[in-house]
């Protein structure tokens, strides 16, 4: 994920977390009223859940908005801003989680008026519940840790409001389970605010990325023809984000190469993985005990070809690194030469899943050649080349 990419994502997240301020006042509000009025103990508590939910998005809000500023005094920027964000909004559910409790135990049992209660417990819940699915889906979008929380919060939510609900329908049939229903709803609250809070702290401990993300990106840097192998990988989280710092083994015995090879990984790295801020690469380089080298020909044991993308075959060869003794020869038949369009793209990547190290080439000019060049891959002239087999 590029700069202007993350700002744009966190304007939307600031967007989405004003909606969320607004909607849950008024959530409040409503519940508020109509539970004094009907006397319906389990939807003021409800009204008090979505009371703190107004100061929860409020910090959802600042934590964004902190998110986006840059310091000199924070070089890895301030994403986990938002992770203290989400911190708050877990200590405000789980408070409300314990006053709800209260008010269950100790509250006095009064028989709700459900002409006032239960229109507005039944709308509350259509808002909250698909506000929450909404504000998921765009959390998980904009990879915003406080947006997930404030949804998650939102669909804690719709299920107290639905046992506020069902507590509600009962009224008619002679069933007062109102201060029973205040009671679940605060366990419902309870273990979302815990669960939040748990995900939360381990993030501001510098948790590191889930494994299945890890394992993704180390195997797409042992993909890269001049990388061995990773030897360390350190990743941590920023408040959704991720950093990841890695060791890998290049066999090349040049400076320039390996410097070239990392720079470029590390871009392209940011852009395969959205959710990656910062990658750095730090190359161990030395030349192996053998290279690969791959050239064109017409057909097995044929003829050089001029062009590399319409080559109908490849030679690879296996050879020691400092005499050039090959110890391994076959021939790849070319599957994309007669591709229509992107001809020079196909055979570029195809190429370079063979991990070469060298490319003998006379059309030094085409797309494929750049790709090779741009991996490391050193081009080489077929006047150079010393071995037999050409």
């Keep these: 994920m590029n700069h202007d990419q993350s700002r744009a994502k966190l ?4 967007k989405r977390a004003v909606i969320s301020i607004c909607l849950n006042l008024f959530l409040a509000i409503s519940k508020g009223i109509a539970g004094v009025l009907s006397g319906s103990t389990a939807l003021i508590g409800d009204a008090i859940n979505s009371t703190t939910d107004v100061f929860a998005s409020s910090a959802v809000f600042v934590g964004i908005w902190v998110a986006g500023r840059e310091h000199p005094s924070f070089p890895y920027g301030l ?30 049992s009064v028989l709700p008026d459900i002409t006032i209660a239960l229109p507005v417990a ?14 998921l889906r765009a959390g998980k979008r904009l990879n915003s840790p406080a947006i997930i929380a404030d949804a998650k919060d939102y669909l804690a939510d ?13 009224v008619p049939l002679g069933y007062n389970v109102d201060r029973l229903a205040a009671g679940i709803v605060s366990l419902f609250v309870f273990y979302a605010g815990g669960q939040l809070f748990v995900s939360a702290l381990k993030d501001l401990l510098d948790a590191s990325i889930d494994r299945e993300t890890e394992r993704e990106i180390i195997s797409f840097v042992e993909e890269h023809p001049r990388i061995n192998r990773v030897k360390k990988c350190f990743s941590r989280n920023a408040g ?14 040049s400076h320039k190469t390996a410097d070239l090879v990392a ?44 062009r590399l993308a319409s080559a109908p075959w490849f030679l690879v060869e296996t050879m020691k690194t400092e005499t050039k003794e090959v110890k391994k020869r076959e021939f790849i038949e070319n599957r994309y030469k007669d591709a229509e369009k992107k001809k020079g793209l196909l055979v570029g990547r195809w190429l370079l899943k063979l991990k070469p190290d060298e490319l003998v080439a006379v059309d030094t000019e085409s797309v494929a050649i750049a790709l090779l060049k741009e991996s490391g891959v050193e081009i080489i002239h077929p006047s150079s080349v010393t071995s037999t087999t050409i």
């Design 122 to 135: 039944a709308i509350s819940l259509l808002i909250a519940l698909g506000f929450g699915l909404a504000q």
């Design 11 to 14: 304007a939307a997240a600031r």
């Design 158 to 170: 719709s299920l107290s409001t639905t046992v506020v609900l069902i507590s509600l329908l009962a």
């Design 263 to 306: 720079d470029r990984l590390e871009e392209e790295l940011l852009v395969e993985f959205p959710g990656l801020i910062l990658a750095r690469i730090r190359p161990h380089y030395a030349p192996g005990q053998f290279i690969k080298r791959v050239t064109p020909v017409s057909e097995p044991e044929g003829e050089l070809s001029m």
């Design 240 to 253: 959704g984000r991720f950093l990841v710092d890695m060791d890998v083994v290049m066999h090349t015995p």
């Design 79 to 108: 994403y986990k801003a938002e992770t203290v964000a989400a911190l708050i909004t877990a200590i405000a559910v789980i408070l409300v989680g314990y006053e709800l409790g209260r008010q269950a135990f100790l509250g006095v």
